[in-house]
């Protein structure tokens, strides 16, 4: 923890002072557990804006599927890597580490405070502790693509199991992207590809405090539940429809959008997709928390649990003389 500030408290809103460390506040945890709407509050108390870290939620014209921010909540507090590139551009963990870390670099050089949120574990590895550099090989990735196009994908997991079963047991193996690149890796390198998630720290010139938020199973089911029948609602089929001249980029492997192929080829109902989107979103959160639970330095909360989520601000801006200007209640969780 750095040390307290002598004088008088300042606003947090005031431009950084000299020599003093800013304050990255991270808002993690699995889907639908409430992150975006604490965030804004966090933000909103902290006078500051939002990096987020969600791999999907990058990606245009997949707002409804990655529960994007709406437009309100994006309008209420400034959301930085959000729909901002197509769906047939790649994007990396590395690639976001590069862009966030230069983003937070030119907000720290006057500002005290940024929050960080998102439930892509990797994104936010990234912005904390860096990642090591990961080996390419497009030829090789060709390759695997076509092996997917023509065997499908569980040739492919088996043959990652054999090369990396660290890997394998923990990270989502129906998740075409992520199984061909780690195999990617293992081929090029003739490393596991869990050997570049080392364990070293690389420095930052920020310090961070980590809000860690979960649910009871029941409770974050039930939630998932609702999500997914209100992206239903909203229109879910019309935007995967509108999605498939990309159906087979890196973007639309994921969950809310994969389950979908059944039901264009006629062999599905839309209220099946909607059972198996409900099925697959709930074994993506329990793959989150695993994830999660391994990080160290991180305060846990139930989102609802205002009172002391905000005394854990307080405390982080009183030792460094900061004065937390804001409402004594979040608006969270309505």
């Known amino acids: 923890m750095p040390p307290s500030n002598s004088g008088t408290p300042s606003p947090i809103s005031e431009h950084r002072r000299p020599n003093e460390r800013p304050l990255l506040v991270v808002v993690i945890g699995p889907t639908a557990v409430g992150k975006t709407a604490l965030s804004i509050d966090i933000a ?3 006078s500051c804006e939002i990096v987020n870290a969600d791999s999907r939620q990058v990606y245009q014209g997949m707002p409804i599927g990655t529960a994007q921010p709406t437009e309100t909540e994006r309008s209420s507090v400034p959301h930085h890597f959000v729909d901002f590139i197509a769906p047939d551009e790649l994007y990396s963990a590395g690639q976001f580490e590069s862009d966030a870390l230069a983003w937070l670099d030119t907000w720290f050089a006057a500002r005290r405070c940024a929050v960080l949120s998102g439930g892509s574990g990797l994104y936010v590895k990234a912005v904390l502790d860096g990642l090591d550099p990961v080996p390419a090989d497009l030829g090789i990735r060709t390759q695997l693509n076509e092996r997917f196009q023509k065997g499908g994908l569980e040739p492919l997991v088996e043959e990652l199991r054999s090369l990396d079963p660290a890997h394998a047991a923990k990270m989502d193996t129906q998740n075409p992207q992520r199984v061909i690149r780690a195999l990617e890796v293992c081929l090029t390198s003739g490393r596991p590809f869990s050997s570049f998630h080392s ?21 974050l089911i039930e939630r998932i539940n609702l999500r997914v029948d209100a992206m239903m609602e909203a229109g879910l089929a019309a935007e995967v429809k509108s999605l498939q001249t990309h159906w087979n980029e890196n973007a639309l492997q994921t969950v809310g959008y994969r389950e979908w192929t059944p039901y264009f080829e006629g062999k599905a109902s839309k209220e099946e997709v909607t059972e198996e989107i409900k099925l697959r979103t709930r074994q993506f959160a329990k793959r989150q928390m695993t994830w999660f639970q391994r990080m160290d330095n991180v305060q846990w909360f139930h989102p609802d649990d205002t009172e002391n989520i905000i005394e854990a601000l307080r405390v982080e801006c009183a030792q460094r003389g900061w004065e937390l200007m804001a409402p004594s209640e979040f608006k969270h969780g309505e």
């Open 44 to 46: 909103q108390h902290l």
């Open 199 to 219: 364990a070293t720290t690389a420095e930052r010139p920020f310090d961070t405090l980590v809000i860690g938020l979960r649910r009871d199973r029941p409770e």
